[in-house]
């Protein structure tokens, strides 16, 4: 029904409704018609109620009418037609005049006739309602200043005209520049002036200005709502950063656009949206979004796209579909470079091999339109660094061969691969030697070496070192790996002939230097392993003697202990305690002597050998014990030869660490625990780390000894270690060491965690915060102890790591997991088949025996017992070396409690096989 | 997915006050000039950021890692805001006074 029509119905009702009477309802209906701003029916009725009744009471009740038409049509616009309506009801009803002024001066006002609006204010005999009824018409509807400041009316003197004019200056002034205090003080204008809104709002400008954001807001609440510069209060808020509730006007946005590029509107959108994409709910997230996109469209269109961009990328991780996350920002977004790179970001961090392959094709789009938007060229050091990066990537993805690698469904369907093959990009090797052609950086090299050195044959990798040669004739690691890897397949001239290369390449580098001493000392250890004693002198014990020191004493050292071996094998009673001697007197400890000739002699396959010299380890103290075996685990390594600890040394020199004052510093006992890590002395190693970190100073180290100490069943504790080792490393600026830690990591990933840990930690994406490296730190302190299985608490500062859970016992029972690991299926049927986890007599159910028996063993056994699991000694040997072939019976429940009937859901690993 | 907390390091073009595109020597000479406005013994931690950055952007190849994997893509929304003109412009009372017309 149109309008017109329902007025006209509303108004016949009444009027059809008496004859020359009136009905009691109809002044109230009239009323309620104009309270209802349906001004039109209301005139129409109130006009047919006097027409009939002409009283007092109608006429009245016509001119509210009347005057609520005439509003409504100056609200509307309709300035003339109102204009022409309160003239003929003035005409007509004479009285009705004084109680329409103020509806004249709206429509004077809206004539822009201010002239005649202020003129009565001259009079000085203006009474006080009427100069009040102006004085509010002009603070609530006045906008035009320089008009009012201009009114031929008023004296030029008048304290309007004169605060009109002071406001425009200030106004302008404001606006346009920097203002002194005094511009904007406006004494001219009272606090009482109808102008005063005017003054709180110029003032409030100077503050957003002058970047007073808490003064601006103080002056916009003495801006009255109703006053004409109230407008000017929304923007503002906005501007300092308030939410507001709907869009702006066109006006409002223009306003905010030219005066700062509308950050201030945006960010309160941005923040609600950081919220819903935190809620992760779908209806207020899409909400948000789209109120979002639509305020920066408006006041920050500079960054639109790659708001929308991000929204996107954002969405897709919170699992919101594409198709309703581009219907809420208005379409796709721009598939340029820089979307394809955020997409690769996102997705390579997730381990998932699904993730990572979205993520390689992702960067290989980036790279594609990267290259047409010259970002850089193909072929360039961005080129290579983005490819080295790529290769990385691909070498976390699944090396499962029949894992296939597609494309992602790509946001734009008519997007043409163009050849981008998946087996292409899968290959690391075809990414790595993308990425050596176009930067051939010794990092990218070494990163491909050791990729083919791991997942391709030796001669692969021996490839890769050739092509690190030939790119770089000036580097000497390829030609130390040459070395090596034929020195590794017993060439011992080819590696000799690698070794010449690098020394006339840089005869000085102690890396090549190291080298030499390794090969010789590594080819004497065979001739004398084959017992021809002549060869190893002449060809390499001689060769050492001649090698400047790599360090003080070293080669004497190491070559006197290789003369002492050949005396034992040459039955030369007289050289051997003349070369022993002669070793102790170079070392200046027999404990030093002693286990660098046990090492060597180890090494060369002597360790049974009776001529040997023997040492009596009580007649040492433990400051001898410590020293002397540490500078010979340091001899050793110097020269490339990990000195196992003798048979029988873990026990008295973990009694030596527990003296009081221990004698050894940091260095040394560093040193000592990297020894007897090696040895596979892991008690030994823990102690050392617990030492050392109790004597501070090498934490990033000692973390990292422990980290690799701890057996495999406490990997929050190893990855804490890890963790915050690495974070002090890198505080400590100590690139070798972080590198060290990164790959240790990169291995447990393989071995324990899976891409998950990865992405924590070795990616390096999230440093750990310092509280908490201080927590692990203290926490590692106040481990002494070596853990024992069963009975050692999960740490305190694990659930802070991140999502990786510790296996053990322990842990699980924390968390409410079935002891056994099995799934959480209670109500299975008592009478299905029971699965077992794994075949009997395997290593977890060995293990759950072991731990089941710790308590009814011996004090002693059972120690052996946690020392040998602690090690990693797989637990059927464990059991085997405890019990013989009689494995004693289990009990059928556990100490004091009662049996309980296992119903074990079916393992999810083994479901696969019912099918 | 795991998602690890956002954290943004500043961006060491804008610590030493240069552009993406600046050069070895635009880079070198923004050093300088910034060492000494913050000089060791004065400013540790600006000199310290400083000097951060100079060993991020003097290697090209660093550079090129930064430039390349910089961006975070879960970084807040409102860092996008960086880099955008946060000044407060003087735009005269023409459109000030435009908002107020049209509520008119």
Not at chain 1, 163 to 172: N, R, S, Y
Not at chain 1, 205 to 214: G, M, P, V
Not at chain 1, 529 to 552: C, W
Not at chain 1, 557 to 564: E, F, N, Q
Request: aromatic share 6%.
């Amino acid at each position: 029904m149109s309008r017109k029509l329902e007025n006209g119905n509303r108004a016949k009702a009444v009027t059809g409704a008496s004859d020359g009477k009136m009905a009691n309802s109809e002044p109230a209906q009239i009323r309620e018609l104009i309270a209802s701003r349906h001004s039109k029916a209301a005139v129409e009725m109130a006009k047919s109620l006097h027409k009939r009744l002409g009283t007092a009471e109608t006429e009245a009740l016509l001119l509210d009418a009347y005057q609520c038409r005439i509003e409504d049509m100056l609200r509307l616009g309709m300035a003339v037609e109102a204009k022409m309506l309160l003239q003929m009801v003035g005409g007509r009803f004479p009285s009705s005049r004084s109680r329409m002024v103020d509806l004249q001066r709206e429509i004077a006002a809206s004539d822009g006739r201010l002239d005649e609006i202020v003129a009565p204010l001259a009079a000085d005999d203006l009474s006080l309602e009427v100069r009040e009824r102006i004085e509010t018409f002009v603070r609530d509807r006045v906008y035009d200043l320089p008009a009012l400041a201009a009114v031929s009316s008023l004296r030029p003197e008048h304290p309007l005209r004169q605060g009109a004019a002071a406001l425009v200056a200030a106004f302008q002034a404001v606006t346009s520049g920097p203002v002194d205090d005094d511009v904007v003080s406006l004494s001219q204008v009272s606090r009482r002036s109808a102008l005063a809104p005017w003054k709180a709002l110029i003032r409030a400008i100077a503050s957003f200005y002058r970047r007073e954001d808490d003064a601006c807001k103080q002056w916009l609440q003495l801006v009255p709502e109703d006053s004409a510069p109230a407008s000017l209060i929304r923007p503002l808020t906005a501007m300092l950063g308030t939410a507001v509730t709907s869009g702006f006007s066109a006006a409002e946005q223009r306003l905010v656009s030219a005066v700062g590029g509308g950050s201030w509107a945006l960010r309160p959108a941005l923040e609600t949206l950081e919220q819903a994409l935190a809620a992760k709910k779908r209806q207020p997230l899409l909400k948000a979004v789209r109120v979002a996109v639509a305020i920066c469209g408006q006041c920050c269109p500079k960054i639109r796209e790659r708001l929308r961009q991000h929204i996107v990328t954002r969405s897709l991780v919170q699992g919101v579909s594409r198709h309703e996350i581009c219907t809420a920002i208005g379409g796709t977004p721009q598939q340029d470079a820089y979307f394809w790179r955020l997409l690769a970001r996102t997705f390579e961090h997730d381990p998932d091999s699904d993730s990572l392959a979205e993520a390689l094709f992702h960067w290989e789009f980036f790279r594609r339109e990267a290259i047409r938007e010259r970002w850089f060229a193909p072929g360039d050091l961005e080129d290579g660094v983005l490819s080295l990066h790529m290769a990385k990537l691909a070498e976390r993805l699944s090396p499962d061969p029949f894992y296939e690698l597609e494309p992602p469904w790509p946001l734009r369907r008519d997007r043409s691969l163009g050849g981008l093959g998946g087996e292409d990009l899968r290959s690391p090797e075809m990414l790595y030697e993308r990425a050596c052609r176009a930067d051939p950086h010794p990092d990218a090299f070494q990163a491909w070496l050791h990729w083919a050195n791991r997942h391709r044959s030796w001669k692969a990798a021996d490839q890769v070192a050739e092509l690190w040669r030939q790119a770089r004739p000036g580097d000497t690691k390829p030609l130390l790996y040459l070395m090596e890897s034929a020195e590794k397949r017993g060439a011992y001239r080819k590696s000799l002939e690698h070794l010449e290369s690098a020394e006339e390449l840089d005869r000085l580098n102690p890396e090549v230097r190291r080298a030499k001493l390794r090969l010789l000392l590594s080819a004497a250890i065979r001739h004398l392993r084959q017992g021809k004693t002549h060869l190893a002198i002449t060809a390499e014990i001689e060769r050492i003697e001649a090698l400047p020191d790599v360090s003080e004493g070293e080669v004497a050292s190491l070559a006197v202990a290789l003369r002492l071996l050949c005396a034992v094998i040459d039955g030369d009673r007289i050289a051997i305690p003349h070369r022993h001697d002669e070793l102790q007197a170079l070392l200046g400890s027999s404990v030093s002597a002693f286990v660098l000739t046990q090492g060597l002699a180890q090494a060369a396959n002597l360790n049974g050998n009776s001529e040997l010299p023997r040492l009596e380890l009580s007649r040492f103290s433990a400051r001898e014990m410590l020293t002397g075996t540490t500078r010979a685990v340091a001899l050793g390594d110097g020269a490339g030869l990990a000195l196992p600890l003798p048979a029988g040394w873990e026990k008295p020199l973990l009694s030596a660490l527990d003296q009081p004052n221990c004698p050894i510093d940091p260095t040394q006992m560093l040193v000592l625990g990297e020894g007897a890590l090696s040895s596979g002395a892991t008690m030994l190693a823990y102690a050392a780390s617990a030492a050392g970190l109790a004597q501070g100073g090498s934490d990033a180290r000692f973390l990292f000894l422990r980290g690799r100490v701890l057996p495999p069943w406490q990997p929050q504790r190893q990855e804490g270690c890890f963790r915050a080792a690495l974070e002090l490393a890198r505080r400590e600026r100590n690139l070798e060491l972080a590198g060290k830690i990164l790959d240790q990591m990169l291995e447990n990933e393989d071995r324990y965690w899976g891409a998950d840990f990865l992405d924590d930690s070795a990616s390096g994406k999230g440093p750990v915060p310092a509280e908490l490296v201080q927590e692990i730190l203290e926490e590692e302190r106040a481990e002494t102890k070596f853990p024992v299985l069963g009975r050692s608490r999960p740490p305190k500062y694990g659930s802070k790591l991140g999502p990786a859970l510790c296996d053990c016992h322990a842990c699980r029972a924390e968390r409410g997991e079935t002891p056994s690991g099995w799934g959480e299926d209670d109500g299975a049927d008592e009478n299905d088949t029971d699965f077992p986890e794994e075949s009997p007599g395997t290593s977890s159910q060995a293990l759950d025996e072991l731990e089941q028996l710790l308590d009814t063993l011996p004090p002693r056994i059972a120690r052996e017992v946690e020392e040998a699991i602690a090690r990693g000694d797989p637990p059927e040997v464990v059991m085997r070396r405890v019990f013989g072939n009689s494995r004693p019976e289990m009990r059928s429940s556990p100490p004091g409690g009662k049996a309980k009937k296992r119903t074990e859901s079916l393992p999810s690993s083994l479901q696969g096989n019912l099918f | 997915m795991n998602r690890g907390t956002h954290r943004r390091a500043s961006d060491p073009h804008a610590v030493l006050g240069v552009g993406p595109g600046a050069g070895d020597e635009q880079i070198r000479a923004a050093y300088l000039r910034k060492l000494k406005e913050y000089p060791p013994d004065r400013c540790p931690a600006e000199f310290e950021s400083v000097r951060d950055a100079y060993d991020l952007l003097r290697d090209r190849r660093r550079r090129s890692q930064h430039t390349l994997f910089a961006c975070d893509p879960e970084a807040p929304l409102e860092s996008l805001l960086e880099g955008t003109d946060d000044e407060r412009k003087y735009t005269g009372s023409e459109p000030w006074l435009a908002v107020m017309k049209e509520k008119k």
